[in-house]
């Protein structure tokens, strides 16, 4: 059977070859144009981008609905989403980069050494001011970041002296040192 205007939606809908030629050889051009419109930026996909919107003609005939709209409609429509799709495609492509592509910068040593030296001088001038009972107490709390009652326990500190000992050395600390401003 020859496919024409009246008959290639009928000849799509079983599976006939020549209803699905009929769409290629009319609507191509219209079809192409669309899609030509949204992936102006990468005409090597436009063709793949063409067989996806045949192919989607092909396998959903079933929702083309004359009453709704003419086929033409319904087919720029299918040409419209699947080019949209392909565009999401090409940019998941563009967005994606592979590990073996991303150079990780190592780290440099001596410059993280120079800082934790510099930190170190830096945190045994502000507990100077600190008894050594306290000074080791505020190492163990707020740099080895060890339980309050842990470190109290381990200095032979009951756990309401931790606390007052934790208020008192933090206020001695400010009034050595002064308050700093928070930004």
Known sequence: ???????FVDLIRKRREE???????TYGGLL??????????SPD??????NDIFLG??????SFDPDRGSFVNWAAGVARLEAIDTLRKIQREH??????????????KTLLALTEQELSKETEEILSCLSPKDQELFRRIFLEEE??????SRLGISRDNVYV???????????????????
């Open 147 to 152: 339980e309050p009652e842990a470190a109290g």
């Open 19 to 25: 209803g699905i030629l009929y769409v290629i050889e």
């Open 57 to 62: 003609i092909w396998q959903n005939i079933g």
């Open 1 to 7: 059977m020859k496919a024409n205007e009246d008959n």
């Open 32 to 41: 192409k144009s669309i899609v030509g419109k949204r992936l102006f930026a």
């Open 95 to 108: 967005n994606t980069v592979s590990l073996e592509d991303m150079e990780i910068p190592e780290e440099d």
């Open 45 to 50: 996909r436009i063709e793949e981008c063409m």
């Open 165 to 183: 000992r934790i208020f008192r050395g933090k206020k001695k600390i400010r009034s050595k040192f002064g308050e700093r401003k928070r930004a």
